[in-house]
């Protein structure tokens, strides 16, 4: 399949899906067929997957039995996504990776910062006024992690039960168990377990095993792991006390507590 004709529906519909079924080395569900030909396991913020009926022709051909997934990250905060992917099926089911947005922020300046070693520091990009606490909401590292209010475009198209949301703590610290949840929100049957996974110690990760079609394990890539970028706690406890009403109501809207406090 040609990787520009998906790309274009992705613009055009922005529209989401990864992974259950996936590149050499990972598990391969029976229930589920990957639209790009490849898995990324593990987040480093979030990642939305949403179970693609449009765009037909870009997408692989699978049984009756089978579903079809895509990814693409963005969907979660882009404002016209969850309209045009209701438009293009209302039974789309999704799932979202979350993480400490502080973290998440964090994590994000990091990898800028690999490619761009000349951009503003951590501090100048997050706050509008510093001295009195006003963080910007335009930067991106810092409007990401604003869940609650991602989530309320979502909310007006699907209700929160196609919605399954991931954490990213735990999906560092309990792979297994996460992939668990995720292959029951989809209703299919438990494939993913802990026998396929392996701590890493120098990334810091869970990989997958190698698999019989893999001579080797699968990690993530060189742009994960990494370490980041030191940040003046101060700094660190004025986003705490920024996102905690956000945090609170994501929670209190998804019935599920990630204890980010």
């Not at 190698?210 to 940040?231: D, N």
Request: charged content about 25%; proline content about 7%; glycine content about 6%.
């Amino acid at each position: 399949m040609a990787r520009g004709p998906l790309q274009r529906c992705r613009r055009e519909l922005c529209l989401p899906c990864p992974a259950l079924s996936c590149r050499e080395g990972t598990p391969r569900q029976p229930h589920a067929a990957d639209a790009t030909s490849q898995c990324r396991a593990w987040p480093g913020s979030f990642l939305t997957v949403t179970f693609c009926f449009a765009c037909r022709s870009l997408m692989p051909r699978t049984l009756d039995s089978q579903i079809t997934v895509e990814k693409t990250p963005s969907y979660f905060v882009t404002k016209e996504a969850p309209r045009r992917i209701f438009n293009m099926s209302r039974d789309t089911k999704l799932i979202v990776v979350v993480r400490n947005p502080v973290t998440r922020a964090i994590s994000d300046y990091t990898q800028t910062l690999s490619k761009k070693p000349d951009i503003p520091t951590f501090e100048g990009l997050s706050f509008r006024n510093r001295s009195l606490g006003l963080v910007d909401t335009s930067w991106n590292a810092i409007r990401i992690g604003m869940y609650a209010v991602h989530l309320e475009s979502w909310l007006q198209y699907f209700p929160l039960s196609q919605i399954h949301f991931v954490s990213g703590e735990k999906l560092i610290t309990d792979p297994a168990g996460e992939m668990g949840k995720v292959q029951d929100f989809l209703g299919i049957k438990r494939v993913i377990t802990d026998k396929h996974f392996y701590f890493n110690k120098t990334k810091g990760f869970p990989c997958l095993k190698k698999s019989e079609s893999s001579s080797l394990p699968r990690c993530l890539g060189k742009s994960k792991g990494r370490t980041h970028v030191q940040i003046d706690p101060e700094v660190i406890e004025q986003l705490r006390d920024f996102y905690r009403p956000y945090n609170i109501k994501f929670y209190e809207t998804v019935g599920q507590d990630f204890r980010w406090e």
